[in-house]
């Protein structure tokens, strides 16, 4: 798997995608496209495959509205696969892309609500371009999609408390590993289909 990635890949910052996708003119926040590249693997994309990730870029575009091209097609690429070499990476180092712990805690939970509606974006267009929208989704991954779109509601005009943090750490920690678990599943399924 990854052969296209090789050996592990730092994600990118998401100053980083904020700044190109800035000055590419785009309005996007980076965790909401982030979090539909993982939607999308949770619905069976594979960044490794050519055809995956040809697929990805048309269906980022639909599911959060941005146009990539030029750099952006390659910042996108780099993302998408920088991400799944973290989620199957034994030591976890999988995360939600959003801001740094000394930004703001409302820039956060704007982040975190993005990055959780992009998810299910990403997931319901993928679910959609691969046919299966017939198909029944796992009781389990339903349930998640739920929790996901709650969670989405989140207040972001929180005061900065321990509790605020506290209560963002594990929202973050519930939405990551079941983000993972979800990718997991569908790359598990691929590989039984081979």
Do not use: C
């Amino acid at each position: 798997m990854l052969d296209l990635l090789g050996a592990f890949e730092e994600m990118p910052e998401w100053e980083e995608i904020a700044d190109q996708l800035f000055n590419a003119g785009q309005t996007l926040n980076p965790s909401e496209l982030h979090g539909a590249l993982v939607g999308l693997m949770g619905a069976g994309f594979d960044p490794d495959d050519r055809h995956h990730l040809e697929q990805t870029l048309v269906s980022v575009e639909k599911a959060v509205g941005v146009q990539l091209q030029g750099e952006l097609v390659e910042m996108v690429s780099r993302l998408n696969l920088s991400t799944m070499s973290a989620i199957v990476d034994t030591d976890y180092a999988f995360r939600l892309l959003i801001p740094d712990d000394d930004d703001p805690i409302e820039q956060r939970l704007r982040s975190f609500s993005n990055w959780v509606t992009g998810f299910i974006s990403g997931f319901t267009e993928g679910m959609t371009v691969r046919n299966a929208t017939g198909v029944a989704i796992q009781s389990e991954v339903a349930d998640v999609l739920k929790d996901f779109a709650a969670i989405a509601q989140v207040e972001s005009d929180q005061v900065e408390t321990e509790e605020a943090e506290r209560e963002l750490e594990e929202l973050l920690d519930y939405v990551r590993l079941a983000a993972v678990s979800i990718v997991q599943d569908a790359i598990n399924n691929r590989e039984s289909e081979s």
